[in-house]
């Protein structure tokens, strides 16, 4: 009997970093929208009302929410801007599986994860330094951003650079 083979074309293998990046994307948005949650309910005044990672004396939400840092201007919670952010990461991280959009989409996935490490960065500070309590949320969000900005370096910068690299490989 005579033997076919069918020959498959050339397919380069996608790396997992846009799925990785929409995942903590998410991630980063689900914590946010529980930070403001926990934002609204610390400042609505129930006297009830204890975070649950109010731990010692070192890691204490509360602190930190009823900051005047934890607000972009009264009553409106930076942790909306951090939602808002990570819905565009998850959208340009989809826009980046797709070939027409993947260049684009790196580098704004590239420009608003190094925003976002910059802001942890700065309020990590703020933490540390203005009000000397550590806010487990936030350093959870921190996480986020620094990996989202690895699995972002890690991103193929183009079509024809992947394609090299697989010719050598």
Same mark, same amino acid.
């Given at each position: 009997p &005579?033997?076919? /083979?069918?020959?498959?074309?050339?397919?380069?293998k996608s790396k997992p970093g846009n799925g990785i990046i929409s995942m903590l994307s998410l991630a980063g948005t689900l914590i946010s929208l529980f930070q403001t949650r926990q934002f609204f309910e610390t400042r609505s005044g129930m006297a009830a009302f204890k975070s649950f990672c109010?731990?010692? +004396? +070192?890691?204490?939400?509360?602190?930190i929410e009823m900051s005047p840092y934890a607000e972009?201007?009264?009553?409106?919670?930076? %942790?909306?801007?951090?939602?808002?952010?990570?819905? /565009?990461?998850? &959208?340009? +991280?989809?826009?980046? &599986?797709?070939?027409? *959009?993947?260049? @684009? %989409?790196?580098? !704004?996935?590239?420009? !608003? +994860?190094?925003? @976002?490490?910059?802001?942890?960065?700065? *309020?990590?500070?703020?933490?540390i330094g203005l009000i000397g309590k550590l806010c487990l949320l936030c350093l959870?969000?921190? @996480?986020?951003?620094?990996? #989202? #900005?690895?699995?972002? #370096?890690?991103?193929p910068a183009d079509d024809e650079h992947a394609r090299s690299r697989m010719s050598f490989n």
């Amino acid at each position: 009997p &005579m033997e076919t /083979t069918a020959t498959l074309p050339n397919r380069t293998k996608s790396k997992p970093g846009n799925g990785i990046i929409s995942m903590l994307s998410l991630a980063g948005t689900l914590i946010s929208l529980f930070q403001t949650r926990q934002f609204f309910e610390t400042r609505s005044g129930m006297a009830a009302f204890k975070s649950f990672c109010n731990i010692g +004396s +070192s890691f204490d939400c509360t602190a930190i929410e009823m900051s005047p840092y934890a607000e972009l201007f009264k009553g409106f919670p930076l %942790s909306v801007v951090a939602v808002a952010g990570y819905l /565009t990461i998850f &959208m340009l +991280s989809l826009f980046a &599986m797709s070939d027409a *959009y993947k260049s @684009a %989409s790196r580098k !704004f996935i590239l420009a !608003f +994860s190094g925003i @976002a490490v910059l802001f942890s960065a700065s *309020y990590l500070y703020i933490m540390i330094g203005l009000i000397g309590k550590l806010c487990l949320l936030c350093l959870c969000v921190d @996480a986020v951003n620094v990996l #989202l #900005l690895v699995f972002a #370096l890690r991103l193929p910068a183009d079509d024809e650079h992947a394609r090299s690299r697989m010719s050598f490989n």
